[in-house]
């Protein structure tokens, strides 16, 4: 109790200020700066170009499902489970037993 009695508080309260100060000057500095990181590395925008057709160079989802299903075909290999769940109970062992509250130290 005298150590709250024997305390600055004038001290005390300029320091608290001067931190959560220093808190806000330095977020809004990090967001000025990530700012800048977004104005110097933002892509500059291309004019859209028509187009008639698609490109030959892209695939189509079509073709890359028949890929797909043609790789999976060719290996053969993929995941085979049981559909047969099981589940294990120990009758002896009770909840409140394993949380280990009845424990006495």
């Known amino acids: 109790m005298m150590l709250l009695a024997a305390t600055n508080w004038g001290n005390?309260?300029?320091?608290?200020?001067?931190s959560i100060l220093l808190v806000f000057?330095?977020?809004?500095?990090?967001?000025?700066?990530?700012?800048l990181?977004?104005?110097?590395f933002a892509e500059k925008k291309k004019p859209a170009t028509a187009s008639v057709g698609a490109s030959s160079d892209e695939i189509t989802d079509e073709e890359v499902a028949a890929i797909a299903m043609a790789v999976n075909l060719f290996f053969n290999r993929h995941d085979e489970e049981s559909d047969v769940l099981t589940f294990r109970q120990n009758h002896d062992v009770s909840a409140w037993q394993v949380r280990n509250i009845h424990k006495q130290l």
């Not at 005390?12 to 001067?18: I, R, S």
């Not at 990181?37 to 110097?40: L, N, R, S, T, Y």
Request: hydrophobic share 85%; charged share 5%.
């Open 12 to 18: 005390a309260g300029l320091m608290a200020l001067v």
């Open 25 to 35: 000057v330095v977020l809004i500095l990090l967001i000025f700066i990530l700012k």
């Open 37 to 40: 990181f977004g104005v110097i």
